[in-house]
């Protein structure tokens, strides 16, 4: 029953196959069982038992509020819940409360799903591992499958893998079954790039489709709430559900009137697949390399026009991406000075004593280094230099994009990270700056153009690990993006990770203490 499509489990609750309540527990049971994980760092038990009880109620009456009711469903820990502690994974906000729900999340509520719990990151969302949170780094939990465990003879102890970041313990919590969708946010490939790693889709909308209300912001221009799922054609029910226009986010954009279900017989013979040549990027794997080959030809035997396209600006989008980050950054992170919420430091002897310690013991040294570069950039013998520059280096690959869709291609296809999720020890020695550089590479442009992007897994390492690759779209064509996605599902058959590694995933943590399983280091 777990492992059911969102479309599945929703038939089995309205046929009486399982109950809200029922399922809630097996989720609860599921998380308790897979926390050595630590895709989690609040479980919401009493507040989904309420709100699926409260479900099962409506369904036995026979009035269900939506296609999600009784469906459990986690939230990354940037995302505003109301009553409920939102964290950003930093010691600055480990004990704010927020009075509000942010808007996807008070849609989701609206259609009756079951609020599970807030999921694991990297601290305020900077970072592609999530290793950087201050509850500790997310277990992928590949990790722990057969496959893994038999193709590279290693340990879970001692050499488990990483999720991915920042948006890892979303990813995880779908990936280990606890929850069937989940929200991340994705301002550089956030959401896609942990998708890719622990093997489900991972969609990152067109920038204005779904609001930002209540995402704790990293980059107001780039942030983008992203759907977390088992399959496109789940994530094309949630953005049909999260879509539209909010009037406290005046980037939205009213949404295009379509349905929420994906077309079962959509015809590649009439697309034209590009293949960006930049995207050759150093570092690529050879079995990255070989899964994005042959599924171009896959492309291309149905019917499809492949052609090769240059984005001749992309080599310059990441070290756009990070001044214009750093500088975002800096402007954002200003609120949180010790007065109205969050972290106060003890040391008050004048208010710049207070401010200064606050902001040095609630945040780490990568949001630190980022508000000192981001100030750098913007200071004013320099503004012109870096961050007016860096608009203009935007502007030109975003046009690079748009003289692309407008020749006549349908859609990108590239991969979505360089290789297969790292081992944790080998991923920390670098800093977070150069991992994100190098994690960043292929999904970064696409926040910067404001485009849509699905990272889709296709196959599996030869370590035995889930490989994804991306396809990015027209601004708006979000469907339409799906659908192809759908279409490369069907035609790949990945398996998520099966009964028999679950077993295995069960024996590896039996005997652990309490503290290992929760701290997962």
Same mark, same amino acid.
């Given at each position: 029953?777990?492992?059911?499509?969102?479309?599945?489990?929703?038939?089995?609750?309205?046929?009486?196959?399982?109950?809200?309540?029922?399922?809630?527990?097996?989720?609860?049971?599921?998380?308790?069982?897979?926390?050595?994980?630590?895709?989690?760092?609040?479980?919401?038990?009493?507040?989904?038992?309420?709100?699926?009880?409260?479900?099962?109620?409506?369904?036995?009456?026979?009035?269900?509020?939506?296609?999600?009711?009784?469906?459990?469903?986690?939230?990354?820990?940037?995302?505003?819940?109301?009553?409920?502690?939102?964290?950003?994974?930093?010691?600055?906000?480990?004990?704010?409360?927020?009075?509000?729900?942010?808007?996807? @999340?008070?849609?989701?509520?609206?259609?009756?799903?079951?609020?599970?719990?807030?999921?694991?990151?990297?601290?305020?969302?900077?970072?592609?591992?999530?290793?950087?949170?201050?509850?500790?780094?997310?277990?992928?939990?590949?990790?722990?499958?057969?496959?893994?465990?038999?193709?590279?003879? $290693?340990?879970?102890?001692?050499?488990?893998?990483?999720?991915?970041?920042?948006?890892?313990?979303?990813?995880?919590?779908?990936?280990?079954?606890?929850?069937?969708?989940?929200?991340?946010?994705?301002?550089?490939?956030?959401?896609?790039?942990?998708?890719?790693?622990?093997?489900?889709?991972?969609?990152?909308?067109?920038?204005?489709?779904?609001?930002?209300?209540?995402?704790?912001?990293?980059?107001?221009?780039?942030?983008?709430?992203?759907?977390?799922?088992?399959?496109?054609?789940? $994530?094309?029910?949630?953005?049909?559900?999260?879509?539209?226009?909010?009037?406290?986010?005046?980037?939205?954009?009213?949404?295009?009137?379509?349905?929420?279900?994906?077309?079962?017989?959509?015809?590649?013979?009439?697309?034209?697949?590009?293949?960006?040549?930049?995207?050759?990027?150093?570092?690529?794997?050879?079995?990255?390399?070989?899964?994005?080959?042959?599924?171009?030809?896959?492309?291309?035997?149905?019917?499809?026009?492949?052609?090769?396209?240059?984005?001749?600006?992309?080599?310059?989008?990441?070290?756009?991406?990070?001044?214009?980050?750093? $500088?975002?950054?800096?402007?954002?992170?200003?609120?949180?000075?010790?007065?109205?919420?969050?972290?106060?430091?003890?040391?008050?002897?004048?208010?710049?004593?207070?401010?200064?310690?606050?902001?040095?013991?609630?945040?780490?040294?990568?949001?630190?280094?980022?508000?000192?570069?981001?100030?750098?950039?913007?200071?004013?013998?320099?503004?012109?230099?870096?961050?007016?520059?860096?608009?203009?280096?935007?502007?030109?690959?975003?046009?690079?994009?748009?003289? @692309?869709?407008?020749?006549?291609?349908?859609?990108?296809?590239?991969?979505?990270?360089?290789?297969?999720?790292?081992?944790?020890?080998?991923?920390?020695?670098?800093?977070?700056?150069?991992?994100?550089?190098?994690?960043?590479?292929?999904?970064?442009?696409?926040? @910067?153009?404001?485009?849509?992007?699905?990272?889709?897994? @296709?196959?599996?390492?030869?370590?035995?690990?889930?490989?994804?690759?991306?396809?990015?779209?027209?601004?708006?064509?979000?469907?339409?993006?799906?659908?192809?996605?759908?279409?490369?599902?069907?035609?790949?058959?990945?398996?998520?990770?099966?009964?028999?590694?679950?077993?295995?995933?069960?024996?590896?943590?039996?005997?652990?203490?309490?503290?290992?399983?929760?701290?997962?280091?």
């Amino acid at each position: 029953m777990l492992g059911l499509t969102l479309k599945g489990v929703s038939l089995a609750l309205r046929e009486g196959r399982i109950s809200p309540t029922e399922l809630c527990r097996k989720c609860l049971n599921r998380i308790k069982k897979t926390q050595h994980l630590n895709a989690y760092i609040t479980v919401t038990e009493e507040l989904s038992l309420k709100q699926a009880e409260q479900s099962e109620t409506r369904l036995r009456q026979g009035v269900p509020i939506g296609p999600l009711d009784g469906i459990p469903f986690a939230v990354k820990d940037n995302f505003s819940t109301r009553n409920i502690k939102t964290t950003c994974g930093s010691r600055m906000l480990k004990d704010y409360t927020p009075p509000y729900n942010a808007t996807v @999340v008070q849609k989701l509520l609206d259609q009756g799903a079951v609020l599970m719990g807030k999921t694991n990151m990297d601290e305020f969302a900077m970072g592609s591992g999530s290793t950087d949170g201050i509850f500790g780094p997310v277990r992928n939990p590949w990790s722990y499958a057969t496959s893994y465990l038999t193709q590279s003879g $290693a340990s879970p102890d001692s050499d488990w893998v990483i999720s991915g970041g920042s948006s890892g313990g979303s990813a995880a919590a779908v990936a280990s079954l606890t929850s069937y969708l989940a929200l991340g946010s994705d301002t550089g490939g956030s959401t896609r790039n942990p998708g890719a790693l622990c093997g489900v889709v991972a969609l990152k909308p067109t920038y204005g489709l779904l609001s930002r209300h209540g995402l704790i912001p990293l980059v107001n221009s780039m942030d983008v709430p992203g759907i977390i799922t088992r399959s496109a054609a789940d $994530a094309a029910i949630v953005l049909g559900i999260l879509q539209g226009f909010d009037v406290k986010d005046s980037t939205t954009v009213p949404s295009p009137s379509s349905p929420q279900e994906l077309p079962e017989d959509f015809d590649v013979r009439n697309i034209c697949v590009g293949i960006p040549k930049e995207y050759h990027a150093p570092g690529l794997s050879q079995d990255i390399l070989a899964q994005w080959s042959r599924v171009a030809d896959l492309f291309e035997s149905a019917g499809a026009r492949v052609k090769q396209v240059s984005l001749p600006h992309t080599p310059y989008s990441i070290v756009c991406y990070h001044v214009l980050c750093c $500088a975002e950054v800096a402007s954002n992170m200003a609120r949180f000075d010790g007065l109205e919420y969050g972290h106060r430091s003890e040391m008050n002897s004048s208010t710049e004593v207070m401010y200064t310690s606050t902001r040095h013991e609630g945040f780490n040294d990568v949001v630190r280094g980022r508000i000192l570069s981001g100030n750098y950039f913007l200071l004013k013998q320099n503004y012109q230099h870096y961050f007016v520059k860096a608009q203009k280096v935007r502007r030109l690959i975003a046009d690079d994009f748009r003289r @692309v869709f407008s020749s006549g291609v349908d859609v990108l296809l590239t991969p979505t990270t360089l290789a297969d999720a790292a081992r944790y020890h080998h991923f920390t020695q670098e800093d977070n700056r150069t991992r994100s550089t190098q994690e960043d590479v292929f999904t970064q442009p696409a926040n @910067v153009a404001g485009l849509p992007a699905v990272s889709v897994p @296709v196959s599996l390492s030869t370590r035995g690990l889930p490989i994804g690759l991306q396809l990015i779209g027209p601004a708006l064509e979000d469907r339409k993006l799906l659908s192809i996605a759908q279409w490369l599902e069907e035609r790949v058959g990945f398996q998520s990770i099966s009964d028999s590694d679950d077993s295995q995933q069960s024996r590896n943590v039996t005997g652990r203490t309490q503290r290992e399983q929760t701290s997962a280091v």
